[in-house]
C-alpha cells in the first residue's frame, strides 16, 4: 500500500480528521494497513456571532472521541487567517463580479493540500491522508487522480486544482470503497461517527440561509428583473443572489397576459444590473454549446499542448454525468471548449473539470457559454478525422 520505498511500519501519515464518517474510517484503514497514523484537526473560520450554524465544536469533539478510540494522538490548526486570505476573499471578489464561485475547490488547493500539507509536514508526516472519495494512482513515476469507486461519491471535480506533487504526498484509503461499506466499517470499530449525516453546503456557510451570510459581507445592489424582450417584471434584491438555471427566489409570480409556466434565470446584464428571466426549465437560452474558460490547471501534462484538440469528457458540475467534449487553448491562454450535447445552466466561475474515462486530467473556471458552437474548434476536429 505504501508507495515510497520506506516500509509501511515506519510510514507516519496524519489524517485530516473532520470529525466526520469518511475521515474516521481513512485512519482505521491506515491503522489496519500498519501505518503511524496521527490526526490534525483544522478550524478554517472563526465565527464571531456564537453561531448555532458552525458545527466545528461539535465536529472537534467527534474526532477526538473517533482517535481516542483508534488510539492515535490528534493534533489540532487554526488556518483561519489563511483561509480568510486565499479562500474567502477571492470568493468575494468573485461574487462582486457576478459570478459563482466554488470555494471547496479553493480550499482543496489552498487549504488542504497546502496550508495542510505544510503543517503535516512540520509534524513528520512522509504522507497526509483525507477522506475523499477519490483514487490516486501510480504508474510510471507518475501519480494520477482517479474517480472514487463509488460512482454516487466521486469527489473528484473539488480535487482537480490540486497538483501532481501534492497528489503524490496524499492518500485517500476510502476511494476504493462505496459509502455504505465505509458505515459498516465505522460501527463495526465503534467509531460515534458511523451514522454522522454527511456534510452539506459550504464548509463556513454552514446551514444557515445563503443570502444573510453573503448580505453581511457584500453589499446589495437591487435591479429589476427583465424577460427576454425587455419588459421589467419585477425586482430582484442583488445579482449575487442568483444563478442561472435558478428557478425560487425571483419574487414574480404569475405576469399579467403571460401563460403559468415558472420563471428561470437564464443571464445576468451586468452592466445594466439586469436579471434576465424566461418562462420553462427548458427554455432555449439555458442550453450552451460551448464555452471559453481561464485559469486552467493540469494535474498531470496539459492535454492541450502544442495546439492539440483534447477529445474526452468533462463536468460542469458536480455530479453531472460525464459529457463528451473538445476542447483546445486559445491565443490568450485559456480553453475553449464545444460539446456534443447542448449544456443546461453553464455558470460562469463553475468549473469544467476533464476526464479521460477515470482519470481527471483537471481543470478551468468558466468565463462565458455560447449558444453555438466554436466554428474554428468544430472545424479543426472535422478535418483532423
Ligand atoms: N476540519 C477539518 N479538519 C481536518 N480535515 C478535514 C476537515 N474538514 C475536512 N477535512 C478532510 O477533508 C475530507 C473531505 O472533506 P469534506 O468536507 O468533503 O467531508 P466529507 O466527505 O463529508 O468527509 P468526512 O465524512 O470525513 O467529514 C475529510 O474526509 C477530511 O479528511
Redesign the pocket.
Known sequence: MSPSSKPISETKVI????????????ALLLLQAGYQVE??????WDEDDGSEYCT?KD??AD?ESVCAKLGIKLH?ANFAAEYWDNVFEHFLEEYKAGRTPNP?ILC?REI?FKV?LDYAELLGADYI?????VRRLDEGGRTYLAKGLDNN?D?SY?LHAVSEAEFAKSLFP?GELEKPE?RVLAEEHGLI?HN?K??TGI?FIGERRFKDFLAQYLPAQPGVIEDLDGNALGQHSGLMYHTIGQRQGLGIGGVKGQAEAPWYVVDKDLERNVLLVAQGSDHPRLYKQSLSASQSHWIGNNPCAHGNVFHGHSKIRYRQADQECWVRESADGGLEINFAEPQRAVTPGQSIVFYKEDICLGGAVIDQAQDELIEELAAQVTEAS
Not at 15 to 26: A, C, K, N, P, T
Not at 39 to 44: E, H, I, P, S, V
Request: glycine fraction near 12%.
Open positions: 489524517v485530516g480528521m473532520s470529525g466526520g464518517v469518511d475521515s474516521s474510517v481513512s490526526g490534525l484537526f483544522m478550524k478554517n466545528a465536529d472537534l474526532a489540532s471547496d482543496n488542504k495542510f491522508a483525507t477522506g475523499h472519495y461519491k469527489q473539488f476510502v465505509v461517527t454522522k454527511d456534510s464548509c
